[in-house]
C-alpha cells in the first residue's frame, strides 16, 4: 500500500514490474485523500483516507490494512512520515510492516536547523545557518538562501542576492532560516538501507533542471566522494531504513557540503531503479526474508533521465 500516492506513478509502475519479476501473488494497492490522484488509478485497488493531519488517518489506514491484509505500507510525502514511525507497532501488530525510518531520523530531516545540527555533530561539511543577530549586525555575505525551516519539495525557497531581496523573503517565507549560498553542482543520492540499518546502495544523481520542486532531467554520476559520503551521512543516522534521499552541493572549487535528508523515496528514484538499483525489488526481498546479495555495484553510470507529461484519462460519473 502506497500511502499518499500523488502524482508517483513511476515509482508504483516499477514496484508493479518487480512484483512480477519475483513471481508475487497479491496487489499493489494506493491510498490518497482525493481521487484526483493520477496515482490512484493505477493501482489494482486504491483507497480514499483523510488527510494526514487529521485524527482519522491512522484508524483508517489501519482498518484499510487489516481488511485488505496489507503486508507493506510505503509512505511517499514528508507530512506522514513521523506520524506513521509513531504507529508502526500499532501496523505490525495486524501484520503489516511499514517501510519507515525511527521517529529520530524523521524529526532530523523534518527540519533544516535539526538536519545542520546532525551533520555538525557527525564531522560532515553543511552550509551556515545565519541567526537574526548575525542579519541584524550584517554578518552575512550576499547571496543567501531563504526557505522555511521544515519547508519540503523545495517550496518556498529563494535565491536573496539584495539587502532589498532578503528583508522581504525573511518576513514572506513561513518560519524561514537564511542559509549560506553554495554555488556548484546539486546532486540526489538514493541510498538504500535494510532492515537492520545496513547502507547497501548508494546512487548519486546530478540534478540537471528541475521543475516544481522535482528533477525532470537527471544523471548517473559514479563519483566516489559523493558516495562516501553519502554512506557515511547515513551510517551515522541511527534507526534509518528503505530508501533514504541525501541532497548535497559540490562548488566549483571541489568541495562538497551536505544540505538535505529526506527519510522516503525521492521524486526522481525512478532514474536510480532504471540504472539497475532495483530497490523496489529489494524492498519485496527484505520483507520475505530473502538475501540481497551484493547490490552495492548493481546500477550503471551514466544513464539520463529526460521527463515529459504524461496524462491518465479517468471517466467521472454523470450528474
Not at 483508517?60 to 506522514?80: G, K, Y
Not at 536510480?272 to 540481497?292: F, N, R, Y
Request: proline share 5%.
Amino acid at each position: 500500500l502506497f500511502t499518499s500516492a500523488g502524482r508517483r506513478v513511476a515509482l508504483i509502475r516499477h514496484f508493479f514490474r518487480a512484483h512480477r519479476e519475483l513471481h508475487l501473488d497479491g496487489k499493489i494497492c494506493s491510498a490518497d485523500a482525493s481521487d484526483r490522484s493520477p496515482a490512484f488509478h493505477i493501482a489494482d485497488a486504491s483507497y480514499l483516507v483523510p488527510r494526514v493531519d487529521t485524527a482519522g488517518y491512522i484508524p483508517r489506514l489501519l482498518e484499510i490494512c487489516s481488511q485488505a491484509q496489507i503486508r507493506i505500507v510505503i509512505p511517499l510525502i514528508d507530512t506522514e512520515l513521523k506520524v506513521l514511525a509513531e504507529n508502526r507497532h500499532r501496523f505490525a501488530l495486524i501484520g503489516t510492516q511499514v517501510i519507515v525510518s525511527d521517529p529520530e531520523v524523521i524529526t532530523i530531516g523534518m527540519h533544516k536547523t535539526e538536519t545542520r545540527a546532525f551533520f555538525k555533530r557527525s564531522g560532515i561539511d553543511t552550509p551556515e545557518i545565519y541567526s537574526a543577530d548575525d542579519i541584524e549586525q550584517c554578518r552575512y555575505h550576499l547571496p543567501l538562501m531563504v526557505k522555511p525551516n521544515d519547508g519540503s519539495a523545495s517550496k518556498m525557497v529563494f535565491k536573496a542576492e539584495t539587502d532589498e531581496q532578503l528583508k522581504f523573503f525573511r518576513h514572506y517565507v513561513p518560519n524561514a532560516i537564511i542559509q549560506e549560498f553554495i554555488e556548484g553542482d546539486e546532486y540526489t543520492l538514493d541510498v538504500f538501507v535494510d532492515l537492520n540499518g545496513r547502507v547497501r546502495c548508494v546512487v548519486p544523481r546530478l540534478r540537471i533542471e528541475v521543475r516544481a520542486g522535482e528533477v525532470s532531467k537527471g544523471l548517473i554520476v559514479k563519483n566516489d566522494r559523493i558516495i562516501d559520503i553519502g554512506r557515511k551521512v547515513v551510517e551515522c543516522l541511527t534507526g534509518a531504513r528503505g530508501c533514504i534521499t541525501l541532497q548535497c552541493i559540490v562548488s566549483r572549487q571541489g568541495g562538497m557540503k551536505m544540505i538535505e535528508i529526506n527519510p522516503r523515496f525521492g521524486g526522481g528514484a525512478p532514474l536510480t531503479i532504471e540504472a539497475g538499483a532495483d530497490m523496489p525489488k529489494w524492498v519485496l526481498q527484505m520483507v520475505m526474508g530473502q538475501e540481497l546479495g551484493d547490490v552495492e555495484h548493481s546500477y550503471r553510470d551514466g544513464l539520463m533521465m529526460l521527463r515529459y507529461d504524461d496524462a491518465i484519462f479517468v471517466q467521472r460519473p454523470g450528474p
